[in-house]
């Protein structure tokens, strides 16, 4: 039986939203704009010059650009300049937790419940050997599967100590590690991580996420869910990439994969847009991968993933009413 894990970037959430506008808002230009009207009306203009606002307004650089250009501070230039990436992701954390909490496809996650259920029930048949799911790593802050392995296994599997009366641990489930923390993460004085089923819950002061930006490191807390991300990668035979761009703020990632894959030999599946995917693919060509142009080329190409899936499972067993209305057929 092969070992499956999966990576889930931007566009695996986008692909849960019902509404357009909510998905076109997710795409992290769009996130830029609206990061930078806030920044507008609540900070001097002197700290962002119109050149970078129009540049941000325009989409020609993302919210993680517009972060960044901030990360450099120097008391000889001013303090004034210090505060503003906190700010800045701050409004980053608010645009998102609207864009979502607004969203009636976002609270339901048929997708990932869908994903889980096909593979908890339905393994042996998802391919000619068989899928054995390890694992579900996670860039998004979002809580979509938190509710999803809630729902299927009854907890997941964390991989490290939480407290929380909303989420259940499940060492017995596939590993979910989201590998830059999460909008329902909090830590208290002791470093004790709390989780929350709601945004709201969680206070900015104290919220453990990687906010966006070039330089993303794991440290602290993170060095061990990258610790356990490893191991992971290191016992599958296949690594299928979902809506994660692979982008220049993901060297860290693209290293931990290609030093995993050069020792292990796993092969990497894209789920994304067909242009994302022959970027990807370009791009990186010293990662072993693959995609299928007919699912990459779906509207929805996770949706169309799942879908194949599920009709490699219908043809040695009856229809599942369940997944059937996850995936609207």
Not at 119 to 126: C, F, L
Not at 254 to 283: G, H, P, W
Not at 312 to 319: A, G, L, M, P, S
């Amino acid at each position: 039986m092969k070992k499956i894990a999966y990576l889930l970037g931007n566009g695996a959430t986008m692909a849960e939203l019902e509404s357009k506008d909510h998905e076109n808002r997710l795409h992290m230009d769009r996130i830029a704009e609206e990061v930078a009207e806030h920044a507008m009306k609540n900070n001097s203009p002197s700290h962002l010059s119109e050149s970078l606002i129009e540049s941000a307004t325009m989409r020609k650089i993302d919210v993680e650009e517009l972060i960044s250009i901030y990360i450099y501070n120097d008391k000889n230039i001013g303090d004034d300049y210090k505060d503003m990436p906190k700010k800045l992701q701050r409004y980053f954390r608010n645009v998102v937790i609207e864009i979502l909490n607004d969203d009636e496809g976002y609270k339901k996650q048929k997708l990932s419940k869908c994903l889980l259920r096909l593979h908890k029930e339905y393994h042996k048949d998802m391919s000619d050997d068989g899928n054995e799911l390890v694992g579900i790593l996670t860039l998004n802050f979002d809580s979509i599967f938190d509710n999803a392995f809630s729902k299927i296994y009854d907890g997941a599997n964390y991989h490290m100590d939480i407290v929380s009366k909303e989420f259940k641990q499940n060492i017995d489930s596939p590993a979910l590690l989201k590998l830059h923390g999460s909008f329902i993460w909090k830590k208290d004085y002791n470093g004790q991580l709390h989780m929350s089923s709601k945004f709201e819950s969680v206070s900015s002061g104290n919220s453990e996420w990687l906010p966006p930006n070039l330089f993303k490191y794991p440290s602290e807390i993170y060095t061990k869910i990258w610790e356990n991300a490893s191991r992971i990668l290191q016992s599958i035979d296949v690594l299928i990439i979902i809506g994660c761009s692979l982008r220049k703020a993901d060297w860290a990632l693209i290293s931990m994969i290609y030093q995993n894959q050069l020792k292990c030999d796993f092969k990497i599946d894209i789920v994304n847009n067909l242009d994302a995917a022959k970027r990807i693919k370009t791009e990186f060509p010293y990662l072993k991968i693959s995609f299928d142009e007919e699912i990459c080329s779906n509207s929805n190409p996770f949706r169309q993933y799942l879908y194949e899936k599920y009709i490699n499972v219908t043809k040695t067993r009856e229809e599942d009413d369940q997944i059937s209305k996850y995936l609207g057929i």
